[in-house]
T-cell receptor
Framework: AQSVTQLDSHVSVSEGTPVLLRCNYS??????LFWYVQHPNKGLQLLLK??????LVKGINGFEAEFKKSETSFHLTKPSAHMSDAAEYFC??????????????FGTGTKLQVIP | DADVTQTPRNRITKTGKRIMLECSQT?????MYWYRQDPGLGLRLIYY???????NKGEISDGYSVSRQAQAKFSLSLESAIPNQTALYFC????????????????FGPGTRLTVL
């Protein structure tokens, strides 16, 4: 079985303060994990991905995420929020079996609001 | 990302009409996907295709059909549209051999907003 839970549907932060978007997963296989961002009226853009290399993954625009197997978590963080970070963020888990279809499961999304 | 394009970007139609959504990609990827996005539900897979001759149902394929006309083109059809098919539809592509880890990274088009009245 494979699932992903984004613990907050909405997060509101002030500009310049840290961002934490929480994601927990379950997977029967060694998972690959992704964070995507969706700005209004746009498609999904890859922020970062974990594929069994370093557990701390750095992405674009200053975001990073840490894979914690013991906690089955892959939380997204950023030290200082910018107005342009306001968007919806999706945590995604994929089983990393080689070959064939790798089942991909999307979280339900977290909307990030940045207050000036 | 202009590498994956979707047409139309917006469409309003009536119940019972046949609708086709088109997706084209210039990334040279062999794998293509169709998803729908509904508020609070994330993205759900409708169909996926690993190459022109390989098409597979996703988790919510009822009421939809697809056609892979070429490596670069993947169309989604609603044979007889109904109001609960009102959603945002995304096409995505991936290339298994892009990474040595074997993890598919998917690249998304800008989406098609479909409204069925």
């Amino acid at each position: 079985a494979q699932s992903v839970t984004q613990l907050d549907s909405h997060v509101s932060v002030s500009e310049g303060t840290p961002v934490l978007l929480r994601c927990n997963y379950s997977s029967s296989y060694s998972p690959s994990l992704f964070w995507y961002v969706q700005h209004p009226n746009k498609g999904l853009q890859l922020l970062l991905k974990y594929t069994s290399a370093a557990t701390l993954v750095k992405g674009i625009n200053g975001f990073e995420a840490e894979f914690k197997k013991s906690e089955t978590s892959f939380h997204l963080t950023k030290p200082s929020a910018h107005m342009s970070d306001a968007a919806e963020y999706f945590c995604v888990v994929s089983d990393s079996r080689s070959g064939g279809y790798q089942k991909v499961t999307f979280g339900t999304g977290t909307k990030l609001q940045v207050i000036p | 990302d202009a590498d994956v394009t979707q047409t139309p970007r917006n469409r309003i139609t009536k119940t019972g009409k046949r609708i086709m959504l088109e997706c084209s990609q210039t990334k040279g990827h062999d794998r293509m996907y169709w998803y729908r996005q509904d508020p609070g539900l994330g993205l759900r897979l409708i169909y996926y295709s690993f190459d022109v001759k390989d098409i597979n149902k996703g988790e919510i394929s009822d009421g939809y059909s697809v056609s892979r006309q070429a490596q670069a083109k993947f169309s989604l059809s609603l044979e007889s549209a109904i109001p609960n098919q009102t959603a945002l539809y995304f096409c995505a592509t991936s290339d298994l051999y892009e990474t040595t880890s074997g993890a598919d990274t998917q690249y998304f088009g800008p989406g098609t907003r479909l409204t069925v009245l």
